[in-house]
């Protein structure tokens, strides 16, 4: 199946700190999705992003298929940010996402 | 429209016990698909259905693993003679036909004394 790799593994932040988080996949993705797990272990869906980008309140991301990479980006970061960040794609003949290992974000009052 | 719901929430067993796990996706979504997630890793898949049909299975899904989907509703997830190397959080998610847009429910947390 595909591979994802997530870097970086941990990050933290100050309040109100810039951040990007990156994920690459080994082939081509007819669909990449970014969750945020929030300390319940609840997977909640941020964006659906095969390619393009988008933009949702002070999170973006974008993706570059045809280099095969992801970019999330948190601005102005709030403590309710903290959490693990996935990145999961799905090949193209391929019915199922496949994650990474995840980045945990840790931001600081 | 209640999300995906999955029960119990918490499961503590012994070992050699036999475990089921209930998901109910969102209606009118035709996909289901668990997944087992580790401490400190990603989730990782273990089947998936369309409708009732079982399409796909993981290695990682042994012979004491089963899962059903009767008239394509609720799944069940039932590990038969359960090892400490199960315990995990057993994650159910839902999407419908189309783009692949997964939704996840709050997770099935197992563990094996």
């Known amino acids: 199946g595909i591979q994802v790799e997530q870097s970086p593994p941990d990050l933290i932040l100050q309040e109100g700190a810039n951040s990007t988080l990156r994920c690459n996949f080994s082939?081509?993705?007819?669909?990449l999705q970014w969750f945020h797990q929030n300390p319940w272990g609840q997977l909640i869906n941020l964006f659906y992003?095969?390619?393009g980008t988008k933009q949702n309140g002070r999170l973006s991301a974008t993706t570059v298929a045809t280099e095969r990479y992801s970019l999330l980006y948190i601005s102005s970061s709030q403590t309710t940010d903290s959490g693990v960040y996935f990145c999961?794609?799905?090949?193209?003949?391929?019915?199922?996402?496949?994650f990474g290992a995840g980045t945990t974000v840790t931001v600081r009052a | 429209d209640t999300g995906v719901s999955q029960d119990p929430r918490h499961k503590i067993t012994k070992r050699g016990q036999n475990v089921t796990f209930r998901c109910d996706p969102i209606?009118?979504?035709?996909?289901l698909y668990w997944y087992r997630q580790t401490l400190g890793q990603g989730p990782e898949f273990l089947t998936y259905f369309q409708n009732e049909a079982q399409l796909e299975k993981s290695r990682l899904l042994s012979d004491r693993f089963s899962a059903e989907r009767p008239k394509g509703s609720f799944s069940t997830l039932e590990i038969q003679r359960t090892e400490q190397g199960d315990s995990a959080m057993y994650l159910c998610?839902?999407?419908?036909?189309?783009?692949?847009?997964?939704?996840f429910g709050a997770g099935s947390r197992l563990t094996v004394l």
């Open positions: 998610a839902s999407s419908i036909q189309g783009p692949n847009v997964l939704t």
């Open positions: 082939d081509s993705v007819n669909n």
């Open positions: 209606s009118e979504h035709n996909r």
């Open positions: 999961a794609s799905e090949g193209l003949n391929d019915y199922k996402l496949s």
């Open positions: 992003i095969p390619s």
